[in-house]
Every structure is written in C-alpha cells, then in structure tokens.
C-alpha cells in the first residue's frame, strides 16, 4: 500500500495532493469524506535514510527515482494492519561506518511511530467532534418522489 503525505509536498502529474483534495473536500461541506481521507493517510509511515553521493551523476539519479536498495535503510509502518517492514542495504549490514546512520534511522521510526499514533488520537477527536456537531443540526426533510 502507498499513500500519499499529508504535507502537501508529493503528488502525481495532474493530480492533487492528499493535504489539497481533504482542504477541497472541507470547503465543499464533505466531512465525512475528508475524514475518512485524513484517516486513510494517517496510518502508513515510510522512513528511508541513505548516504547520499557526491558524484554529480548518482546525485540526479537519486533525484528522480528512490535510493539504491544496498546503500539505504527503508521501514514502513503500518499502524491498522499491524505491519512494521524494514529493509537494510547490504553495505549497510555489519559496517560499522553506518552504525550512526542506523541509529538515525531508529530514533526517526521511533519519532514516526510516536507521530503516526498522536495524528490517530487527533483524528479520533476530531470524529467526536464532528459527529457532535452533525447531530446537533436540524435535519433535513426526506422528499418524497
């Protein structure tokens, strides 16, 4: 599974970013929808963290696509289904060079995790509220065809 961020900075050619369409979805009066995105969003994590080059060529490599896989270290965190996967280069493995890197690493999928749970107590407050508001506006009468 792969989300999109909530910070506004990834999106696909011609389309809009998770953080523009719950805005747009807020502003059209569609709040359970942009509850059920913010939701959506909220519960997946990817870290990845790699030593970048400073060969000009590998630096615009790495720009348009992801890392190479033996020189990087990737977790993604899945908070409903319960996933934790972690991915570890092999010139990574046992080199202690990158004993520093892989602490980084840990504290920032600790910091993650610590988000990722903060965000869902948010949003879980957020639903009682709305769901509050909702039932204290008068309902509308059902027309009859």
Known sequence: ???KPLDGKHKLPNTMTAIEEFKQKIRTGQLFDAFA????EAVELKITTWVSSS???TQS???QDEPFSESCLRTRINL?????ENEIGRDIIGNKD????QKLHQEQVQQGRDTLLKNLESLQQMFVVINSTLKDLPQAPISKI
């Open 98 to 101: 990158y004993a520093e890197l």
């Open 1 to 3: 599974m792969s989300s």
């Open 61 to 63: 490599i790495l720009a």
């Open 37 to 40: 995105l913010a939701v959506s």
């Open 55 to 57: 060969n000009i060529e």
């Open 80 to 84: 409903v289904n319960g996933e934790v």
